[in-house]
């Protein structure tokens, strides 16, 4: 789901890893370069990543830094400045070292969408803003405490509200094809306000102001409690009998006024001459 681009919301999600970069599709100055990253079980994901810059990066291993990531129709990088990255060189003192891969890092801000039946996990979902050309995309991630002492006791927080988090990329799960991560931090920050649980699809959110919980106590009432019912407007009481006899009342109903009838005018008469007498 992709929101308008006026809309803002309160919720991001960025990546930091190192990156293998391959060959790019321009349009003008925006390029998008198919590349893949490297999880935590050592897996290779396929990736779109999208840079601004006056020429295409050439084909390489680079480390990213904080690109927003989105996967509302594909995994999708987007570079908020060409200076974000650094490309690695493939040689050093004429050997060729094999560094370790730099684990995939997410941080972000997003709402609690639902639960696990544990409590141990919980998918994390929101809005990230990738640029005038792609606006608001949609990202969901599946959030789960590590085994160990650390997270031992911490559960996730109940649905529906905005949290900020940092997690290490496991990998992306075949089933759901949701992005795996071990929580390193998580910390509530407050209710998801109502425009961002209706633009997940979540419902409408509890209230949380006297005037809504107010509103919303009548429409319980009003729906647990039929009207009453009333009495038609033209119902004629009986008449009451006495001896035996019905009374010689009149009719309850009010009798409609005549209609006048509406006559035309006759027309007056012509003047006369007087007749004048003469002796």
């Not at 830094?65 to 987007?78: E, G, I, R």
Request: proline fraction near 9%; charge should be neutral.
């Amino acid at each position: 789901m992709s929101a308008a681009r006026n809309t803002k919301f309160s919720t991001h999600l960025a990546l930091t890893t190192d990156i293998v970069l391959g060959l790019p599709n321009s349009k003008e100055y925006v390029h998008e370069i198919d590349s893949t990253i490297f999880d935590l079980r050592k897996g290779q994901v396929d990736v779109t990543t999208v840079v601004w810059a006056r020429t295409p990066p050439e084909q390489g291993i680079y480390i990213v830094n904080q690109f927003s990531l989105s996967t509302a129709d594909k995994l999708l990088l987007v570079a908020n400045d060409a200076n974000c990255m650094r490309r690695l060189p493939e040689d050093y003192e004429g050997q060729g070292p094999l560094l370790p891969n730099v684990l995939a890092y997410l941080n972000g801000h997003g709402c609690i969408m639902s639960v696990d039946e544990d409590r141990k996990g919980a998918i994390v979902g929101g809005f990230v803003y990738q640029g005038k050309a792609y606006g608001w995309k949609e990202y969901k991630v599946h959030l789960h405490f590590g085994e160990g002492m650390r997270f031992s006791t911490w559960t996730m927080p109940p649905p529906r509200t905005l949290v900020s988090f940092e997690g290490i990329w496991e990998g992306v799960a075949e089933d759901d094809g949701l992005i795996k991560a071990s929580v390193c931090r998580i910390a509530t920050i407050d209710t998801a306000p109502q425009a961002l649980l209706l633009a997940l699809g979540i419902g409408t959110s509890a209230a949380t102001n006297k005037a809504a919980h107010l509103r919303q106590l009548r429409a319980k009432a009003a729906v647990a409690s039929p009207p009453p019912p009333t009495t038609p407007k033209d119902t004629v009481s009986p008449v009451p009998v006495h001896d035996g006899q019905q009374a010689n009342m009149p009719d309850s109903t009010p009798t409609p006024a005549p209609k006048a009838v509406l006559r035309q005018p006759s027309p007056s008469p012509a003047p006369r001459s007087k007749r004048v007498r003469t002796e």
